[in-house]
């Protein structure tokens, strides 16, 4: 499997930085704020044995950004650093079209 390794994507109205770390197996994703801009980071480094890892990865960061932006990502009460998602099957719709979208993108 070969995942085209974009250098930005737009997700709603914001554009994000990607950034491929082959020195991390994990990810993240970070909004711009007036500082920074918007980043998610995937992770390579086990790539060459995993390439699944990295496909996850990719996958969990695109949801959660879209999460964030259809407003049913929380942080979760009792800890700042968890998150919970709430949505119905009707935002679950948007987000899977959204996704497919996306990861169509990355498909060599």
Same mark, same amino acid.
Not at 8 to 28: N, P, Y
Not at 47 to 53: C, M, Q, S, V
């Given at each position: ?52 890892? =990295? *496909? ?6 695109? #949801?959660?950004?879209? &999460?964030?932006?259809?407003?049913? $990502?929380?942080?979760?009460?009792? =800890? *700042? ?6 949505? #119905?099957?009707?935002? &679950?719709?948007?987000?899977?079209? $959204? ?10």
């Amino acid at each position: 499997m070969k995942i085209k390794r974009l250098r930005k994507i737009v997700i709603g109205d914001t554009t994000f930085k990607m950034k491929w770390d082959a020195d991390d197996s994990g990810g993240h994703v970070k909004y711009p704020n007036e500082d920074e801009p918007g980043e998610i980071m995937v992770g390579t480094m086990i790539d060459a044995t995993n390439p699944e890892n =990295t *496909l996850s990865v990719l996958i969990h960061e695109l #949801t959660e950004a879209i &999460h964030i932006d259809q407003r049913t $990502r929380y942080i979760r009460p009792d =800890t *700042l650093d968890s998150y919970e998602f709430h949505y #119905t099957h009707r935002e &679950h719709t948007v987000l899977c079209g $959204r996704l497919a979208g996306l990861l169509n993108q990355f498909i060599v």
